[in-house]
């Protein structure tokens, strides 16, 4: 299981017995939350690691139930495990490509990254909303990457990586999120359609620190370039990480040093009242 990370409110910081009340309230608020508009998409930029340009935005969830904000890493997971998160997916999916269009008009280099969940590889869905989506927005593919985690695609003949492919022929990037945390994955690096790495945000907290990490972030990073696949590294916070980073080569550069995640309207050309 994924740990629930740090600085979580107090709320969820409880006793078991609390938590599980807590999740079956949660699961509830979730519903129709996509309708009463209490989601909304923030945006953090991945950087080329030599020129600093912003090459990406990567679309993060942000959730207010009953004036809170519940992070991701607990709501996503009660969404996954309900049918939820086929609605708050196809939320995502629609909000960031038209906010993606919006900043294209002025930063027609820069993409968007959108966060998929395994359940949306179930069924041929998703590959007829982006599908519809890259149309609608004239859209080009190349500026859309998925990402989604090691899990997402157990088994390279099912269903799941037959949809991925799928996304692949549409010409989209298809990014493989947290490398090195999950199961055993080199072989889905080889046999399923991806064309990015993203190194997990546990091994770059360590970079300058541990040489054992940097010998690991140096592997990783030297097969994906074998391999012919791009790589970002997430999380990063510090200059000397930075630094580490691109001595070893990585491609992409995302983390706080670059910027937090912003709302979608902090992104728009700021408006400039007229002298009078
Ligand atoms: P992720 O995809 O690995 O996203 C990166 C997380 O790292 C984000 O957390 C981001 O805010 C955080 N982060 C970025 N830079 C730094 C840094 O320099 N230091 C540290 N410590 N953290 C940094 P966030 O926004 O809380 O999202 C957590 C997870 O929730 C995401 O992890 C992703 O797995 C999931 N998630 C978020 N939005 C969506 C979504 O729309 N759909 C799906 N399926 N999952 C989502
Ligand atoms: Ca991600
Ligand atoms: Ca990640
Ligand atoms: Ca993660």
Not at 126 to 135: A, D, I, N, P, Y
Request: proline residues 5%; negative net charge; charged residues 20%.
């Amino acid at each position: 299981a994924k740990s629930r990370g740090s600085g979580l409110h107090s709320l969820f910081d409880t006793s078991l017995r609390a938590r599980v009340l807590d999740e079956a309230v949660l699961t509830l608020g979730l519903r129709g939350a996509v309708d009463r508009g209490e989601f909304d998409v923030y945006y953090q930029p991945i950087v080329n690691a030599h020129t600093r340009e912003v090459v990406d935005r990567e679309a993060l969830l942000r959730w207010t139930y009953q004036g809170q904000t519940v992070p991701p890493d607990i709501f996503i997971p009660l969404a996954e495990r309900s049918d939820i998160i086929a609605e708050i997916g196809e939320f995502v999916l629609q909000r960031s490509l038209s906010d993606a269009a919006c900043w294209r008009a002025s930063e027609p280099n820069v993409g968007v990254a959108v966060n998929i969940s395994a359940r949306q590889l179930r069924g041929d869905t998703l590959v007829h909303q982006v599908e519809l989506l890259l149309s609608t927005h004239r859209f080009p593919p190349q500026a859309l990457t998925i990402e989604l985690t090691e899990t997402a695609v157990l088994d390279t003949l099912s269903e799941a990586a037959e949809q991925l492919q799928r996304l692949a022929d549409l010409g989209v990037n298809i990014a493989m999120d947290d490398f090195g945390t999950g199961l055993s994955s080199l072989t889905r690096l080889r046999t399923l359609p991806i064309t990015t790495v993203k190194i997990d945000k546990s091994f770059v907290a360590d970079l300058g620190t541990s040489q054992p990490v940097e010998s690991m972030v140096a592997a990783i990073i030297a097969l994906s370039e074998a391999l012919g696949l791009g790589t970002v590294a997430e999380g990063v916070q510090t200059i000397r990480q930075a630094a580490i980073l691109e001595r070893l080569g990585c491609g992409r550069l995302q983390g706080y040093l670059y910027g937090r995640p912003k709302p979608g309207v902090d992104l728009l050309p700021t408006f400039q009242a007229p002298a009078l």
